[in-house]
């Protein structure tokens, strides 16, 4: 995020660079930093003559060039964009050879989304001499909260530790998803609002009493027939409860669970965990309902179930079934 934050602030203060090369598998943030450029760089009127928008599908690398080589005509610079550049990647050279020498009065941008550019490239080392080559990467599980609440507190909202984890469960990590979710909580809800459990349900279309949060509550409390009913709940709402997700969390609950046995320090618990101190409270509780043992077992179950889920060792590997199975071998130990 610093990175990111940097190159921003870079741009709002009008240092721009001939060349951008804007690549990884996070879209949201090329798509923010293209953005930025566009609207600092060029004002209404001159976007008619002096902005070039190409897609990677549709053009050739030598008609991009030829754009990148003319002079601005009202504004200071020429901005050339290049949306989905993957799709150029057997003709990089050709732009690579432009940025040898390249039009100072032209500021080239290229989104290459969903994967890393090869840095053996010779176009990724030509353009690192003259440019900035951004690598835009998934925020990790810890810096997602504070993510969403910085994003809250920009549109005049705030909520508390129970409504940010819903959030995040509700969410996920697809930020464009997010930023969707708070522009549509800012028509219906009024400046200074606390976004509460009630009204993520209600305006995000999220049970606060039936998801994975919740089912990692209850079984840290080992409450088999409440992870019963939650299990249920979540089957039959799948597309807002993805298999894969609810194995992988049940995973990272029980190796987490497993890193609390082993700390010997209990006091750097909440930072080792990667979890907020308000939820550290669960996880010493369900350390003392699932021994080492226990919790690594719990590992082991949710591993072969993951394999269920994709149809290993199993004719159907549906929803509840591979769950409830997982959840009778964890309560068995």
């Known amino acids: 995020m610093r990175e990111f934050n940097e190159l921003m602030s870079s741009i709002e203060e ?32 001159s976007r008619s003559f002096d902005y070039s928008l190409f897609y990677g599908k549709e053009v050739e690398a030598s008609h991009i060039v030829e754009a990148a080589k003319r002079f601005p005509m009202l504004s200071s610079h020429h901005l050339v964009v290049v949306r989905e550049a993957q799709h150029l ?62 994003k809250l507190k920009a549109s005049g909202f705030s909520t508390d530790n129970i409504g940010l984890q819903l959030l995040c469960e509700a969410l996920g990590n697809d930020l464009n998803k997010i930023e969707k979710e708070i522009d549509k909580l800012k028509i219906v809800l009024s ?14 279309g999220f049970s606060k009493d039936y998801n ?31 298999l894969v997700l609810t194995i992988s969390g049940l995973n990272t609950f029980f190796r987490r669970v497993l890193i609390y046995h082993g700390l010997e320090d209990k006091s750097k618990a909440a930072s080792s965990l990667g979890v907020n101190p308000y939820f550290l409270k669960d996880y010493q509780h369900a350390a003392s309902v699932f021994n080492l043992k226990q919790a690594s077992k719990g590992i082991y179950f949710t591993l072969e179930a993951d394999l269920k889920s994709k149809g290993v060792g199993v004719k159907s590997g549906n929803y509840k079934g591979v769950i409830q199975d997982l959840l009778v071998k964890v309560f068995a130990v």
């Not at 804007?22 to 004002?43: A, M, N």
């Open 212 to 242: 994975n949060f919740e089912l990692y509550k209850a079984l840290g409390k080992r409450d088999f027939n409440k992870c019963c009913q939650i299990v249920k709940y979540m089957s039959e709402n799948s597309k807002n409860h993805p």
């Open 14 to 45: 009008g240092n721009y660079l001939p060349f951008y090369l804007l690549s990884g598998v996070e879209p949201y943030f090329i798509d923010q930093i293209e953005s930025k450029i566009t609207d600092h760089l060029l004002d209404e009127a």
């Open 89 to 150: 990647d057997k003709y990089m050279d050709v732009i690579a050879d432009y940025l040898s020498n390249p039009q100072p009065t032209t500021v080239l941008v290229l989104c290459y989304k969903y994967k890393i550019f090869d840095k053996r490239k010779k176009l990724y080392k030509n353009g690192k001499k003259i440019g900035v080559i951004y690598d835009s990467k998934p925020l990790y599980d810890n810096q997602l909260g504070p993510w969403i609440l910085e």
């Open 191 to 204: 400046e200074g609002t606390i976004v509460s459990p009630d009204l993520i349900q209600k305006h995000v």
